[in-house]
Nanobody
Framework: QSQLVESGGGSVQAGGSLRLSCAAS????????MGWFRQAPGKEREGVAS???????GYADDVKGRFTISKDYAKNTLYLQMNSLKPEDTGMYYC?????????????????WGQGTQVTVSS
């Protein structure tokens, strides 16, 4: 099982930016998909962005053009650059990983999860 540790969350005003990081260790999947998910209070966890080992990405419609997922292969770290943040982006953000070929935003497909990092966007 992979170990995933998120960091970079915080509180920002609407229109601001944050960059989340997910450090992966004991990474066992090949090929793989990694993704970012968020969960707002009282809501289900939803997919935000994903990337596969070939570098193919996928995004939820409401973050396209604002969020960018990337991976530093040397550091084994996944990133989520979030720009033009909105109050509705508020939630706990989780990093996840699974063996797969095509990037997926379906949380049910992912096996390994981090503990999450909180993002709060105020208006």
């Amino acid at each position: 099982q992979s170990q995933l540790v998120e960091s970079g969350g915080g509180s920002v005003q609407a229109g601001g930016s944050l960059r989340l990081s997910c450090a992966a260790s004991r990474f066992i999947y090949s090929p793989y998909c990694m993704g970012w998910f968020r969960q707002a209070p009282g809501k289900e966890r939803e997919g935000v962005a994903s990337v596969n080992s070939a570098g193919r990405t996928g995004y939820a419609d409401d973050v396209k053009g604002r969020f960018t997922i990337s991976k530093d292969y040397a550091k084994n770290t996944l990133y989520l650059q979030m720009n033009s943040l909105k109050p509705e982006d508020t939630g706990m953000y989780y990093c996840a990983a699974v063996q797969c070929y095509y990037p997926s935003l379906d949380r049910k497909e992912y096996k390994d999860w981090g503990q999450g990092t909180q993002v709060t966007v105020s208006s």
